[in-house]
């Protein structure tokens, strides 16, 4: 009896697989049957099937061409990203000199006017701090003594009200930059009805778009409330001060405006640039040149040995920086806003940054931008807390006369001498300064004994530009006037001829 009940126990498993078996082989044979059938054929090749092949074929052609776009772009905005896009007006005419000017430094020509009103809780209850009646104006003075005059008001907003923070964009004249601007005034008008409030305004703030970042022009931050009270009262902000890229940005204004008012709108043309850095003899100026040395190990002891004073000198293994870095450079460009790109500093086949190592780095600008487009050089590090103890590096581009022209240095003096100076030891020196930003206002220049020498071999005669170029002491904004002035004096007199 227990043999006959296995038996029929294994039967029945065999029994539904076999099933299954045969339900697949009927099916599949209907499969074959339906499309053997010359009905199925004619709609397989039927008029309606034949556009659908057609319009899955364009769709794969258009994905496929996205994708290598999607490929193509993903790379060019991760190498050489920009960061912002210039804040322009949906009227915006890049044929206006000014603002083609402007749009070269990533700016533009609208103001924005912040104003802050003071608490109510924070005032006497007998004093209003709203102006529902009255109007608060901001007048600029401009550099050739005429003025222009705003009503700070925004549509469908109480503002000015107790505690509130109102922002005003204002849009200057094609014909007027934020650099003509001499004074800020602030002044309370009365209403239509003759009427006005009374106002007390905690800080007030002018700024614009420079380099894709917010920019101060204009400033007060009072202790006390400053309190308009009467009509026609005025105040003048203070200037901000401290912001040296705005200041660097003013001082190149002018030469940049004056190739954009030549029809030169593209001034960052490569063909204009090549011709004006030949003249200088800069042929490669789109080349810059990154020199790092690191401490022998012969010379460590001295340096460190300051710098630790008690403590114990590590073994000179541990000095030796295993991480990466890289140079970041911002350029100003013609597509406005600031726009980056990073260099990886790692030289093929050799460990960089070991102790008593000494690496130089190429870095090829961006296809029609050069050297003169910089406005900021950082040193990026991937491992700030690893030992690395430099003794020097420099910035330098490469002449057409065999000599070199620094842009910025930093030396083992230079580098002991301030904390935070950007060495990256762990243990010896401040390592919390990451990115470290080049010092490019750093004055570096050839020895003039080196003009004679160097007309001498040549058999040449430097130009004046050229000998201010080479032999003054510039710091790398200076070096940036003098090559837009050059790209002026080749083109600007030429198109006012024509003209």
Known sequence: MRKLGRRKENKRPKRFWRGIRIQL????????RFFRREQFGKRLWGSYARRLYVMLLLIGLIGGLCFVSASLSASYLTDEAVLVRRLSDPDFDEKQPVLAALNCFGSTNRLQVTL???????????????????????????????????????????????????????????????????????????????????????????????????????????????????ENESYSLQKAEGNVYLEQVRALYPYVLNICKNEKTTVHETAMKRAALKELGLSAGDTLYLD??????????????????????????????????????????????????DYDLDTLGKDDFELGSASTF???????????????????????????????????????????????????????????????????????????????????????????????????????????????KFDFYQRQKLFYNQLN???????????
């Open 25 to 32: 082989r009927w099916g599949a044979r209907r499969v074959r």
């Open 116 to 230: 802050r009103t003071e608490d109510y809780q924070n005032l006497r209850s007998e004093e209003r701090v709203d102006l529902d009646r009255g109007n608060i104006n901001l007048v600029l003075t401009l550099q050739d003594g005429k003025y222009l005059e705003y009503t700070l008001q925004n549509r469908n907003i109480d503002n000015f009200e107790s505690g509130n923070t109102d922002q005003f964009t204002l849009i200057l004249p094609s014909s007027v930059s934020p650099f003509d601007i001499t004074d800020y005034k602030l002044t309370l008008l009365p209403d239509a009805e003759g009427r006005f409030g009374r106002w007390h305004c905690r800080w007030a703030q002018v700024s614009f778009l420079l380099g894709g970042k917010r920019t101060l022009l204009a400033k007060d931050q009072w202790e006390e409330p400053f309190i308009f009270s009467k």
């Open 292 to 341: 790092i040395e690191t401490l022998s190990i012969e010379n460590q002891n001295s340096i460190l040995s300051a710098l630790l004073k008690d403590q114990k000198i590590p073994e000179h293994e541990m000095l030796s920086y295993n991480g990466k870095m890289a140079l970041r450079l911002y350029f100003y460009t013609d597509a406005g806003g600031s726009y980056y790109k």
């Open 362 to 472: 190429e870095m090829t600008m961006p296809e029609g931008l050069c050297l003169f487009d910089v406005y900021q050089a950082e040193l990026l590090v991937e491992n700030p807390r690893d030992y690395w103890a430099p003794r020097m590096m420099r910035l330098y581009m490469k002449t057409d006369y065999g000599t070199l022209l620094e842009l910025a240095r930093f030396t083992d003096t230079t580098l002991t001498a301030a904390r935070g100076s950007g060495v990256f030891g762990k243990g010896l020196i401040e390592t919390d300064l990451n990115p470290l930003i080049f010092d490019l206002t750093a004055q570096y220049a050839q020895p003039e004994g080196l003009k004679e020498e160097i007309e001498g071999r040549f058999g040449m005669q430097l130009s004046d530009v050229a000998y201010s170029m080479y032999f003054s």
């Open 489 to 499: 004096n080749l083109y600007g007199a030429t198109m006012d001829e024509e003209a």
